[in-house]
């Protein structure tokens, strides 16, 4: 009885210890890693000599670390893409021979040098904005006739609003907005809005992404577009292009805290790793299933969203970005995200749609459980347990105490 009590005070000593552990390292770990940040747009161009066309924007974001720099590249030339390249060196330099980069047909016209220093590079590049009639209320893009979709918009062809004007050096944020030419815009817009990190964290709106110091996150808005349809759903085509290990895979997560996502107890993480291998994970996009009807959501504005599965793309994506980095030895795979599902109100109700995804370098981050979980389990496991332990104390103590003499001596 005794070593059952001594067991007992054991597991709920190490359990009580592992709990504040975990929180205070939970807590603790915006201080673990830390990159020094600098922002600079159109890196080494001088204006004067190359005049840049209307909506053509570069921005360059460094993230210096103790032995190697992350470097991304947001660019507006043709379809918007990010490009994030990763080198084992504290000094390389973004290389931009402006006149051919804005020709767009010549390979090495940006570059990381020196060149030797690049170790992974990854490009994400939003291709296009489906439209569909989902008159039977489907939310299933895939099952679709071709009927049914409205001509692409492609957003290569959007006009991009200058960079410059919505750059945040502070926040190490910027907003690119830009539409198409038709109607539809006349008062809407897509925009992209890039955030860079130095250090752990979470954004405050949903869905509240936890980010790290090799990480950086673009919230897509399609704010204010006239639908073609009173009951069209929108997906968004990505494609992600990597130097030699292809983002060939989508995984889903699964976890039982939705604090930080109201409802939502799943991740996504589209990675790249080594060839015939699934370990260690070299670089990711990562999202959480749901996009936002309102820009200051509330619980009802959330609606689920689903990708297919990434496939092969022949050709390189119309990035101006991509064309200038990636030479032969490149890979690209695309897949679809579609928001919304069957049941939930149409684009029309709000003319709203918001989704945000993070890009980054190796393993992506984890959500642990928030202090409030940790708490409730402690409470929840150990105050059983505290029972327990009380009851076998008191067992053990009439136990051991001398036991009147019920029988009498037996002469
Ligand atoms: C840009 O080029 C012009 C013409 O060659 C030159 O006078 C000017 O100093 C240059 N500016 C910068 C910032 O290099
Ligand atoms: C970042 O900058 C601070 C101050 O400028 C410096 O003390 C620190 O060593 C830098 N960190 C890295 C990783 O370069
Ligand atoms: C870079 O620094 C990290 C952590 O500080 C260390 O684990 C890694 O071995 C270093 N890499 C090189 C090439 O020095
Ligand atoms: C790129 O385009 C320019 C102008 O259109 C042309 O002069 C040049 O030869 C082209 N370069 C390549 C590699 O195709
Ligand atoms: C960086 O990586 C390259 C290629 O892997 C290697 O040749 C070079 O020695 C590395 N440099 C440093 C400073 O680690
Ligand atoms: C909608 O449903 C009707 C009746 O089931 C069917 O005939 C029609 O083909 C469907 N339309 C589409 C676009 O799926
Ligand atoms: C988009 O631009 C490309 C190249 O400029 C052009 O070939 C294509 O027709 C345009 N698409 C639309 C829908 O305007
Ligand atoms: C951005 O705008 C500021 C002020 O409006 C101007 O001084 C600066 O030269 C611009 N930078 C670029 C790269 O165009
Ligand atoms: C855009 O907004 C203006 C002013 O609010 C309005 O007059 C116009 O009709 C709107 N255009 C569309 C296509 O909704
Ligand atoms: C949106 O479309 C639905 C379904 O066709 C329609 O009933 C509703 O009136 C439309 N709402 C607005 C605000 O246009
Ligand atoms: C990967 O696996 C395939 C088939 O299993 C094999 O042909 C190929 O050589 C492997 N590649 C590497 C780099 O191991
Ligand atoms: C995205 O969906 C459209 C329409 O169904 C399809 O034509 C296109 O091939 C899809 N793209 C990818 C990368 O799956």
Not at 25 to 40: A, M, Q, T, V
Not at 105 to 132: A, D, M, Q
Not at 361 to 387: E, K, Q, R, W
Request: charged content about 15%; proline content about 8%; overall charge neutral.
């Amino acid at each position: 009885m005794a070593a059952d009590i001594m067991y007992t005070i054991h597991f709920y000593v190490l359990f009580v210890l592992l709990t504040v552990r975990c929180s205070s390292s939970f807590i603790g770990n915006g201080e673990n890693y830390r990159r020094n940040l600098s922002l600079e747009l159109n890196p080494g161009l001088n204006s004067s000599l190359t005049p840049l066309p209307p909506g053509v924007g570069l921005l360059h974001v460094r993230a210096l670390g103790k032995n190697n720099t992350l470097h991304y590249l947001l660019c507006s030339q043709g379809a918007p893409a990010l490009l994030l390249v990763h080198t084992n060196s504290t000094s390389s330099k973004v290389k931009v021979d402006w006149p051919a980069f804005l020709v767009q047909n010549t390979t090495g016209s940006l570059k990381l040098t020196p060149e030797s220093s690049v170790l992974y590079s990854n490009t994400l590049v939003f291709t296009r904005l489906w439209e569909y009639d989902d008159v039977n209320d489907t939310a299933a893009p895939e099952h679709l006739p071709p009927s049914s979709f409205f001509q692409p918009y492609e957003l290569q062809n959007f006009t991009w609003d200058d960079l410059n004007k919505t750059l945040d050096p502070m926040a190490y944020t910027a907003l690119l907005c830009g539409r198409d030419a038709s109607e539809s815009f006349s008062n809407g817009s897509l925009c992209l809005k890039f955030s860079a990190f130095d250090v752990e964290g979470r954004d405050q709106g949903w869905p509240s992404l936890l980010h790290n110091a090799n990480s950086s996150q673009l919230r897509v808005v399609l704010d204010g577009v006239v639908p073609r349809s009173n009951r069209s759903r929108f997906s968004l085509e990505l494609q992600v292009v990597g130097s030699t290990q292809a983002m060939s895979r989508v995984d889903v997560l699964r976890s039982i805290d939705d604090e930080y996502t109201p409802s939502i107890f799943k991740v996504s993480q589209w990675v790249s790793s080594p060839v015939n291998s699934t370990f260690p994970v070299l670089g990711y996009a990562q999202w959480k299933p749901v996009a936002y009807r309102r820009p200051s959501p509330v619980f009802e504005d959330a609606t689920p969203c689903r990708h297919s599965t990434p496939v092969p793309v022949a050709q390189l994506p119309p990035s101006g970005l991509v064309l200038a980095y990636y030479g032969g030895e490149s890979q690209t795979t695309g897949l679809n995200m579609t928001f919304s599902i069957t049941g939930d109100p149409f684009y029309n109700i709000t003319n709203y749609l918001s989704w945000t995804v993070l890009v980054g370098l190796g393993s992506p981050p984890v959500d642990s459980f928030s202090p409030l979980v940790l708490v409730i389990m402690a409470v929840g496991l150990g105050t059983p347990m505290l029972i327990i332990l009380l009851g076998g104390v008191c067992v053990c103590v009439r136990k051991n105490r001398p036991q009147p003499h019920v029988y009498g001596p037996i002469n």
